[in-house]
Nanobody
């Protein structure tokens, strides 16, 4: 079964840090980008960060300087290091990726930042 599995979410106080992981199983990363999105309750899903296979990155303005996306192609894993978290970062975080088997979304991991 091909899937992307996110982990690392949880409850953290404002100013704290979390590290999210997205692991591909059943297939491997293709030539395309991997991205993290988030969806807060009652809001549309938005792009948080994106990384190409060679390692070029781009970030939403709201997370620049606080979040860092990285990938390990050999391990089919992408991480999202989130520092200086704010209550407005509270959301379900999803990864998506072009795998050799096709384009996939993960099931999401909840991040809650308390004030």
């Amino acid at each position: 079964q091909v899937q992307l599995v996110e982990s690392g979410g949880g409850l953290v106080q404002a100013g704290g840090s979390l590290r999210l992981s997205c692991v591909a199983s059943g297939s491997i990363f293709g030539a395309g980008a991997v991205a993290w999105y988030r969806q807060a309750q009652g809001k549309q899903r938005e792009l948080v960060a994106r990384i190409t296979r060679p390692g070029s990155t781009n970030y939403a303005d709201s997370v620049k300087g606080r979040f860092t996306i990285s990938r390990d192609n050999a391990k089919n894993t992408v991480h999202l290091q989130m520092n200086s978290l704010k209550p407005e970062d509270t959301a379900v975080y999803y990864c998506n990726a072009w795998l050799v088997a096709g384009f996939y979304w993960g099931q999401g991991t909840q991040v809650t930042v308390s004030s």
